[in-house]
């Protein structure tokens, strides 16, 4: 097991939530406050960070805190220690601890937000509420002679090109002929300076997604013999890897809307929910969006959900969904405190993978300021 710098976890951490994945105009995410620049043994996973959290950290001994909702959301005009806030960031930065936030960018990931949320609820068969993102996909052709195809062709799997569905290392070969005339100054693989040169050579074609882009050419160009490789590189209009906001999934048994509350209270630990609809109905199809949902009830009515289940719904977007028919249970923001244990066993596994020695505290402060009476 080794030490690492936040920056090594945070690396570790993107690279299941990356920042690209975010949803919102202008989401501050990202480091927040202080330094990934030095050793972190220590991590607090919280959903807030508040005066108490930053406390929490102190005693924990935490030199990174991750969360979840940005401790700096709107532009900052001052940092006043008489006032809550300028006190929260003055006690983190003289108490040198990072803060780090991952927005929604964790709702969109996969095992992020939503997913927990839809694990909670035993939600099987899911698909996503609302796509967000995609990757465009690539198409490489490369000409080589045909003695260097077959570790051409190991070294494009190797680096990510070729992988369709369930499939990997798929590629497509043709036969011809390569003519080129190397000129003064030219050092060739084959043939001779100033003479036209005919090689057998194959164009061996693939396919992937432009996040491995660069590696995918590296290892084309480490492989290739020649001094000047020809290639095409094509943009293709095809999409991979689409991510988005939400899950729509179904309930292991269908059950009435009555029933749902209580099970939604049970399995989200919440007091009590707010609820639009017949409590008598039968659900069983349940769209969810962590957080504040409003603008997703449309999605939610297209995804042909029985019950939308989301936060800080407002009174009128409630009046909406009540008006095209789409129930909705409400159980409060907060009950996106699953991240909390889902962050950290999560990012502890993956750690200790890497054989990083860093371990992942939950936060246990309760950050829900609503009673309910
Ligand atoms: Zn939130």
């Known amino acids: 097991m080794k030490t690492v710098n936040g920056q090594e976890i945070i690396q570790l951490f993107e690279s299941w ?20 620049n030095k050793p972190v043994r220590k991590v607090l996973v919280t959903l807030d960070v508040n005066e108490e959290v ?23 005009s001052n940092i006043r220690t008489d ?4 006190r929260l960031y003055e006690k983190l930065i003289k108490n040198d601890i990072a803060v780090y936030a991952a927005h929604t960018n964790l709702d969109v990931a996969e095992d992020g937000v939503n997913d927990l949320l839809a694990d909670a609820l035993q939600l099987e068969n899911r698909f996503i509420l609302e796509e967000t993102y995609a990757e465009n996909m690539l198409k490489l052709a490369v000409f080589i002679p045909t003695a260097n195809a077959t570790d051409l062709r190991e070294a494009l799997a190797k680096a990510g090109a070729g992988r369709i569905g369930d499939y990997e290392a798929c590629s497509y070969t043709t036969m011809g002929e390569g003519r080129f005339r190397p000129l003064e100054g030219a050092n060739p693989h084959v043939g ?38 020809a290639y095409d590189l094509i943009r293709l209009d095809q999409q991979t890897n689409v991510m988005g906001l939400g899950r729509v999934g179904f309930l292991p048994q269908e059950m009435t809307l009555h029933e749902f509350t209580q099970f939604v209270k049970k399995q989200l630990d919440v007091p009590a929910v707010r ?32 019950v939308f289940l989301t936060g800080d719904m407002y009174f009128h977007t409630a009046q909406d969904a009540q008006a095209i028919g789409l129930q909705i249970v409400d159980p409060g923001h907060h009950v996106e405190k699953v991240m909390i244990a889902g962050v950290a066993k999560k990012m502890t596994r993956m750690c200790e993978d890497k054989k990083y020695s860093v371990e992942f ?13």
């Open 192 to 229: 001779a300076i100033g003479e036209l040169h005919v090689e057998e050579e194959v164009k061996i074609e693939v396919v992937f997604p432009e996040s491995v882009k660069n590696r995918v050419l590296k290892a084309m160009l480490n492989a290739h013999p020649y001094e000047e490789p």
């Open 83 to 86: 006032n809550p806030a300028g």
């Open 17 to 36: 939530s990356p920042k690209k994945l975010a949803c919102m105009e202008n989401d501050p995410i990202g480091l927040a406050i202080g330094t990934l």
């Open 361 to 373: 505290v939950q936060s246990t402060i309760h950050t829900e300021p609503f009673l309910f009476v």
């Open 54 to 76: 930053a406390d929490e950290a102190i005693a924990q001994g935490c030199e990174l805190i991750i969360a979840h909702h940005p401790p700096i959301f709107r532009r900052l």
């Open 275 to 306: 609820v639009v609809g017949d409590l008598q109905s039968k659900v069983k199809k349940v769209a969810l969006v962590g957080g504040d949902g409003n603008k997703y009830i449309y999605s939610a009515k297209r995804a042909g959900a029985d």
